[in-house]
């Protein structure tokens, strides 16, 4: 049974950069594909990105160039650094993992594929 601990989120301004982060702790973190996820207010939840265990990635296309996903197997921490930040970038971000090794992105997409998730972090960003 994993446990993911989430933190960074906060108020930033547009064009800001933020970072933030999981910590795993439980299971077998190297087999893991970490997702990021968020969910905007009245909306669904949606993907931003993941990793595999040894660092490619996928990323949705309205992070892309602006977001980077990174991962230190040894810590146990993944961490997502986003710059030039929108306003529509404001939402609840969520790590997760996947323990299913399947590092397809039309899997990596789907919320449903990750066991564990973290309580997620709100991230606000003023114009």
């Known amino acids: 049974q994993a446990r993911l601990e989430q933190s960074g989120g906060r108020l930033v301004q547009a064009g800001d950069s933020l970072t933030l982060s999981c910590i795993v702790s439980?299971?077998?973190?190297?087999?893991?594909?970490m997702g990021w996820f968020r969910q905007a207010p009245g909306k669904e939840r949606e993907f931003v990105g993941a990793i595999s265990w040894n660092g490619d990635t996928y990323y949705e296309d309205s992070v892309k160039g602006r977001f980077t996903i990174s991962r230190d197997n040894e810590k146990n921490t993944v961490l997502l650094q986003m710059n030039s930040l929108k306003v529509d970038d404001t939402a609840v971000y969520y790590c997760?993992?996947?323990?299913?090794?399947?590092?397809?992105?039309?899997?990596?997409?789907?919320?449903?594929?990750?066991?564990?998730w973290g309580q997620g972090t709100q991230v606000t960003v003023s114009s």
């Open positions: 997760a993992a996947d323990g299913g090794g399947r590092f397809y992105e039309i899997v990596v997409r789907r919320d449903f594929e990750y066991e564990y």
């Open positions: 439980g299971g077998k973190f190297d087999d893991f594909i």
